[in-house]
């Protein structure tokens, strides 16, 4: 049974607002290794929407999945949490 209106939120920092409307967002999480039982950094960027524009380079952002907006983007900013200098 699939649970309805949650979304899911993740933290991370935008690496690209070239795009009109758009920006890239670099998440990272630590993963545990099954072996050695490390933590690693993983990585992955995602594609959202930034309706106002307002995002820039550096800035850490918190995005919110939402329905097909196009080909990659499934994303969409939800708030600023910090400005980059």
Not at 10 to 31: I, P
Not at 55 to 76: A, F
């Amino acid at each position: 049974m699939k649970k309805r209106g949650i979304k899911r939120q993740v933290v991370g920092t935008v690496v690209s607002d070239k795009m009109d409307k758009t920006v890239v967002v670099n998440v990272e999480r630590l993963t545990k290794h099954k072996f050695y039982h490390k933590y690693i950094k993983r990585c992955s960027n995602f594609v959202a929407h930034d309706k106002n524009n307002e995002c820039s380079l550096g800035d850490k952002v918190v995005i919110v999945e939402s329905k097909p907006i196009s080909k990659t983007k499934r994303w969409v900013l939800y708030k600023v949490l910090e400005r980059a200098v």
